[in-house]
């Protein structure tokens, strides 16, 4: 891999992450300029590349809200939010066709 380990960082995350799962590492990834959190329990360690240039509070809350046992609820949420984002659609389709009708 062409990066490395961050074993401690200013704000203690990785230390807050080793306590949610002490199997938590984070690791720059040079040709990315991206920080990722990986499970080294896991045979792909990979869990989740984050969109912050740098590791603080937002880290920690990101990787809780992504933890496997919260998958049928983020699920559930996706699922409401495209339910209503298609439901405006078809409601603004069918008003732009019975509106081009009168």
């Known amino acids: 891999?062409?990066?490395?380990?961050?074993d401690d960082d200013l704000f203690?995350?990785?230390?807050?992450?080793?306590?949610?799962?002490?199997g938590?590492?984070?690791?720059?990834?040079y040709k990315t300029g991206k920080f990722e959190?990986?499970?080294g329990k896991d045979t792909r360690t990979l869990c989740l590349v984050?969109?912050?240039d740098t590791l603080d509070e937002r880290t920690v809350r990101r990787?809780?809200?992504t933890r496997a046992e919260r998958a049928d609820r983020i699920a559930a949420q996706m699922e409401r939010d495209?339910?209503?984002?298609?439901?405006?659609r078809?409601?603004?389709?069918i008003k732009k066709a019975t509106g081009s009708l009168a």
């Open 50 to 52: 984050l969109p912050y």
């Open 90 to 93: 078809n409601e603004a389709a």
């Open 37 to 39: 959190v990986h499970n």
């Open 82 to 88: 495209n339910a209503k984002a298609e439901k405006r």
């Open 12 to 22: 203690g995350v990785c230390r807050r992450l080793k306590s949610i799962d002490d």
């Open 24 to 29: 938590y590492f984070v690791f720059l990834n």
């Open 1 to 6: 891999m062409n990066g490395r380990v961050i």
């Open 63 to 65: 990787v809780l809200y």
